[in-house]
């Protein structure tokens, strides 16, 4: 298997392309068949994120030289690189669609792996109205802010908001209030990955939102629209013996 790798430019992953280089031989993206990426989580989102960018997606294996790893493999192992990528277990991972409209009309649409947010800019609360499949569902929410994550991504902001694990291949996304003020015990819902899911800003002079999907920020939008792009999907390779589906569930019983 010809393998391509990216690596951060923090010291323990230049390190560590250093030593697989000595035994490894890599090949340019263009003619991979799959790409080794060194660093923490954030640069895996930034690597998969350029790969959708330019059209040419390959099946990505991370090896954790960052901080939580939850998307990557331990570094150290018996077995070479391309050993454990040929072994490794894929799983399928469908990015979500972000589709926002600005107060002065100008469109946006930007792809998110793990969530799409959306973000008070003021000390002023934010007020939206939710709608599920072009369906009202809250007329006003007022809250800090609103999340909207994917299965892989429902273990990062997402949680640290109080909201819902999703196993992967659940086929469901988690909609969570980010200090929600009305509907006052309003906790979030959970829904089948096939809703399109919209926002609307109220009052946007007086309370301006942003919305961020992954990393791509827009400010003071007026409308968001969101949707699983499944003609965009992913794939990230793990270790069989420690996979991501494995990860989220044993997040489930952290005590």
């Not at 790893?69 to 391309?82: D, P, Q």
């Not at 629209?225 to 270790?239: G, N, P, V, Y």
Request: hydrophobic share 45%; aromatic share 6%; with cysteine.
């Amino acid at each position: 298997m010809r393998l391509a790798v990216r690596a951060s430019r923090e010291l323990p992953a230049q390190d560590a392309l250093a030593e697989l280089s000595a035994t490894q031989e890599w090949a340019p993206l263009e003619e991979a068949e799959a790409l080794v990426v060194l660093g923490g989580d954030g640069f895996m989102l930034h690597v998969l994120h350029q790969m959708l960018d330019c059209g040419r997606v390959l099946p990505a294996f991370g090896v954790n030289h960052g901080t939580v790893g939850f998307l990557m493999n331990k570094a150290r192992s018996s077995r070479t690189i391309a050993e454990r990528v040929a072994k490794a277990k894929r799983i399928a991972v469908a990015p979500l669609r972000m589709e926002a409209r600005t107060n002065g009309g100008r469109e946006y649409s930007y792809f998110a792996i793990n969530e799409v947010s959306l973000l008070r800019e003021t000390r002023e609360t934010a007020k939206l109205e939710v709608l599920v499949n072009n369906k009202r569902r809250i007329a006003e929410l007022v809250c800090d802010g609103v999340i909207v994550a994917t299965p892989a991504g429902s273990t990062a902001y997402n949680l640290s908001a109080n909201g819902p694990i999703l196993p992967l291949g659940s086929n469901l996304l988690a909609l969570t209030p980010l200090s929600p003020f009305r509907p006052r015990r309003w906790r979030g819902a959970i829904l089948p990955d096939k809703s399109h899911v919209s926002f609307r800003v109220l009052e946007p002079e007086k309370r301006p939102v942003a919305v961020v999907a992954d990393q791509k920020e827009v400010r003071d939008i007026s409308e968001v629209r969101i949707s699983i792009a499944r003609e965009q999907q992913l794939t990230l390779l793990f270790d069989r013996n420690s996979s991501l589906e494995e990860r989220i569930f044993a997040e489930q019983f952290q005590v």
